[in-house]
């Protein structure tokens, strides 16, 4: 299957700042990608629908301004959690679909985020 | 909203026993997809069913989509040690395929040697 690559996959960093997540495809073109955000023992819920060359969508209760979605090219997007809270701490994944019709959207391997 | 209610949240068994779970919505979806969720990884897709009453497997996995569009289960086969992890149903959100899941709460596997 296609592969999505995401980098960091961990990071720590202190509160206050700003965290930059890349989400990547590697073999394809992603017209689409997506984030999600895991708690712990929970499961993932969708944070936003990046777009290339487009603003994001971003899902209800999800703070536009707190996690800047930018999707420069049709391999890259990028999720920019800034000024990072302790309560941000989270695991962060994204997923890229190729196509629109029946095709699946492949995950990225998540990036671990705490904020001390 | 649309919400997955999956079950059971956790299964302990022998190795070489047979497992099932499953997912029930109160909405309709026209996409049912099962993921395995190993620690620290992204989801791997499992199964993917996209026509009401389609049965799919995939090796020792079976999964099939139900005729209300409102269910799917999923089982597997003669479970081994490296079935071990989370699975998770999903279903796409849009009343087409818009690549956009919601999830279940996920099903914790653990197989027994």
């Known amino acids: 299957g296609a592969v999505v690559s995401q980098h960091p996959s961990r990071v720590i960093c202190k509160s206050g700042t700003s965290v930059k997540i890349e989400c990547r495809s590697l073999d394809f073109q992603a017209t689409t990608m997506f984030w999600y955000r895991q708690f712990p023992k929970q499961s993932l819920m969708l944070m936003a629908t990046?777009?290339?060359?487009?603003?994001?969508?971003?899902e209800q209760g999800v703070e536009k301004d707190k996690f800047l979605i930018n999707h420069a090219s049709l391999t890259l997007s990028t999720l920019t959690v800034t000024s990072a809270h302790p309560e941000d701490s989270s695991f962060y994944i994204c997923s890229a679909r190729q196509g629109l019709l029946n095709t699946e959207a492949f995950f990225g391997q998540g990036t671990r985020l705490t904020v001390v | 909203g649309q919400q997955l209610n999956q079950s059971p949240q956790s299964m302990f068994i022998q190795e070489g026993e047979d497992v099932s779970m499953n997912c029930t919505s109160s909405s309709i979806f026209n996409t049912w997809l099962w993921y395995k969720q190993d620690p620290g990884e992204g989801p791997v897709l499992l199964i993917a069913l996209y026509k009401a009453g389609e049965l799919t497997s995939n090796g020792r996995l079976t999964a099939q989509f139900g005729i209300t569009r409102k269910d799917s289960f999923l089982n597997i086969s003669a479970s081994i040690p490296s079935d071990v992890g989370i699975y998770f149903c999903a279903g796409d959100y849009g009343s087409s395929n818009t690549g956009k899941l919601i999830f279940g709460q996920g099903t914790t596997l653990q197989v027994k040697p």
């Open positions: 990046s777009n290339e060359g487009s603003k994001a969508t971003y």
